[in-house]
C-alpha cells in the first residue's frame, strides 16, 4: 500500500511542479514571437539570430512542442520529450524543424508565413504510469515505449479527435509504429504528462 501513496504523491509533486512554474504572458508572447521570427529568417535564407535570454525561466530545460497550423489543419509539428535544452533554444529550433523538417509537409515559404497559427507546447517532466485509469484526457499527453519504439501525442490532440482513453492509447501506439493494442503488453511503458499550451 505505501509503494502505491508514494507513487501518486509523486505524481501530484511532479505535475505540481510544473504548474507552479507556468510561464506568464510576456514570457508566452516572446516565445511565440521568438518562433515566427526564426521561421521568417529561415524562409528568406537567413540565419536565425541569437538572443539574449529573456527571463531565467526561458533558460529552464523542458520538453516543448511546436506546432503549425495553415487555415486550421497541422502543417507541421516536432518537439523535445524531454528537456535537453534550455526553454527559449527548444522553443527556436523545434520552430525551425516544425517548419523545415517535418517529412509529412513540404517546408514552409516565405509567402505561407501570413497564412501559418504557431502553437507551442510546454511539457511537464514525465511520469511513469501502472494503471491506464491515471489518465486523464484533455489534461495528460502520452508517451508509449517498447523497446526501440517511441510515440507522443500532446493532449489536445485528444481533444481535437474526440477521442476517448482507449483511441489514445490505440493511437499512440500507432505512432510508435507499434500494433494498436501493444499498450497492453508487459514490456510496454506508459508515461503521461501536462502541457502548459499557448498560440497566437
Known amino acids: 500500500m505505501l509503494p502505491v501513496i508514494l507513487a501518486k504523491l509523486s505524481v501530484i509533486f511532479l505535475l505540481f511542479s510544473i504548474n507552479r512554474n507556468m510561464l506568464n504572458k510576456e514570457e508566452k508572447s516572446f516565445l ?10 529561415i524562409a528568406l535564407g537567413k540565419i536565425p539570430a541569437t538572443e539574449d535570454f529573456y527571463s531565467d525561466t526561458l533558460m529552464e530545460k523542458t520538453g516543448v512542442f511546436v506546432t503549425l497550423h495553415k487555415d486550421g489543419d497541422l502543417r507541421g509539428c516536432i518537439g523535445y520529450m524531454e528537456g535537453n535544452r534550455p526553454l527559449q533554444v527548444a522553443v527556436s529550433e523545434m520552430a525551425a524543424a516544425a517548419a523545415f523538417e517535418d517529412p509529412r509537409f513540404p517546408q514552409i515559404t516565405s509567402d505561407e508565413m501570413k497564412d501559418i497559427q504557431i502553437e507551442i507546447s510546454v511539457l511537464s517532466p514525465l511520469v511513469l504510469i501502472k494503471s491506464i485509469d491515471e489518465i486523464e484526457i484533455g489534461k495528460h499527453g502520452l ?5 526501440f519504439n517511441k510515440g507522443l501525442l500532446l493532449p489536445q490532440v485528444a481533444i481535437e479527435n474526440n477521442w476517448d482513453r482507449q483511441k489514445f492509447l ?31
Not at 32 to 40: D, Q, Y
Open 32 to 41: 511565440l514571437s521568438l518562433a515566427r521570427r526564426t521561421i521568417e529568417r
Open 143 to 147: 508517451i508509449i515505449e517498447k523497446g
Open 170 to 200: 490505440e493511437f499512440t501506439c500507432l505512432k510508435a509504429s507499434l500494433s494498436a493494442n501493444d499498450w497492453q503488453e508487459k514490456d510496454t511503458k506508459l508515461y503521461i504528462f501536462s502541457a502548459d499550451i499557448f498560440s497566437e
